[in-house]
């Protein structure tokens, strides 16, 4: 096992550095220079981040493939049974079912998506494949799970995780759709990577939000909101409210400010300004962007406070409490 693979699952197995308030360091001036980025990077959203950082870095070694690690990365997080957002064990829409958002980009342009999908365990290989073996940029519904069939996927029994079933028997009582803002309800993986040779890919996979009507679709597999990367500028990704991100393009957004100049951070606290004007009731929306350029500086910012995200480097694998343009009553 070589050193850095050493490092990363050393810093899984109980000493994962954990650094709340780092935050501010990338609270850089306008004007201000931040030290050139480390590569290769790997950012992802939330703390599930972490392993499924730890599975990227892994498959980055194995394979020499950007790409490769952040499919693998991600399905870390498809196959977590604790997590509800992720997932066919993700809470369900308002039906009872679980239907799933993924998409996957590298910096050449090339993109894949599926959206409102059932009975696929990896819906972001299921996004690789319509990038690699068709013309198209995204599949949806029936045509998808028609399409994973012909690829050889299996299909899962459609049965609800224990966890999600009692959520969902709770939640059927009043049935009353109020998304909460944080990790409660939010937790999509979006994961973005730059390799030593300065290419760069990105990857992004939910349920959904819980109790959605069915056949809602969110940000996560629409090329631009929920994920977009550009060798010749840099990665982006989201988390948080679908609509609110859908809005303004969260993730173009930011890959187009970075490339007029401004750093992923000046990008993601400027796409965060940008969703709180285009969206009402913000009080009750979370939402949350990471970016990395071709440099391998980062950034990342939220509408409220309670977003974090996973960094892995050659120096470890941490946890990182992002900023937020509301602070902490
Ligand atoms: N962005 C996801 C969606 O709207 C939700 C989440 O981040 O959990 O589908």
């Not at 693979?5 to 810093?11: A, E, G, V």
């Not at 308002?94 to 059932?118: N, W």
């Not at 071709?294 to 120096?315: I, Q």
Request: proline share 4%.
């Amino acid at each position: 096992m070589s050193q850095r693979r050493k490092f990363i699952k050393k810093s899984l197995l109980g000493s994962a550095v954990f650094l709340p308030g780092v935050a501010s360091a990338f609270n850089v001036p306008a004007t201000g220079k931040q030290a050139i980025g480390e590569k290769p990077i790997i950012l992802s959203t939330w703390n599930h981040g972490l392993p499924a950082n730890a599975d990227a870095w892994a498959k980055l070694e194995d394979t020499g493939s950007i790409l490769d690690a952040v499919e693998a990365g991600v399905k870390n997080t498809e196959l977590d049974l604790t997590n509800l957002s992720v997932g066919l064990q993700g809470l369900p829409d308002r039906e009872g079912i679980a239907t799933l958002d993924a998409s996957i980009m590298t910096g050449d342009g090339s993109c894949g998506s599926v959206a409102f999908v059932r009975q696929i365990k990896h819906p972001i290989s299921l996004a690789r494949a319509v990038m690699e073996k068709t013309p198209h940029v995204m599949i949806v519904g029936e045509g998808a799970r028609q399409f994973a069939i012909a690829q050889g996927f299996p299909l899962e029994e459609e049965k609800l995780s224990p966890n999600a079933q009692k959520a969902y028997d709770k939640w059927k009582v009043n049935s009353q759709y109020k998304p909460i803002i944080n990790i409660e309800n939010h937790d999509t993986i979006g994961m973005i990577g730059l390799d030593a040779n300065g290419k760069l890919a990105g990857s992004c996979t939910t349920s959904g939000l819980a109790y959605k009507m069915h056949g809602r679709v969110g940000d996560s597999p629409i090329i631009g909101a929920g994920l977009y990367v550009d060798d010749e500028v840099g990665a982006a990704t989201a988390t948080g409210l679908g609509e609110s991100i859908i809005r303004i393009c969260g993730s173009f957004l930011i890959v187009e400010l970075m490339r007029q100049g401004r750093t992923p951070q000046e990008a993601c606290e400027e796409a965060v300004r940008r969703l709180i004007s285009k969206n009402k009731d913000i009080k009750d929306i979370q939402a949350g962007f990471l970016a990395i350029n071709k440099e391998g500086e980062t950034g990342a910012y939220a509408v409220h406070p309670g977003f974090n995200f996973a960094k892995a480097t050659n120096s470890g694998n941490v946890l990182i409490d992002s900023g937020s343009h509301f602070k902490k009553q």
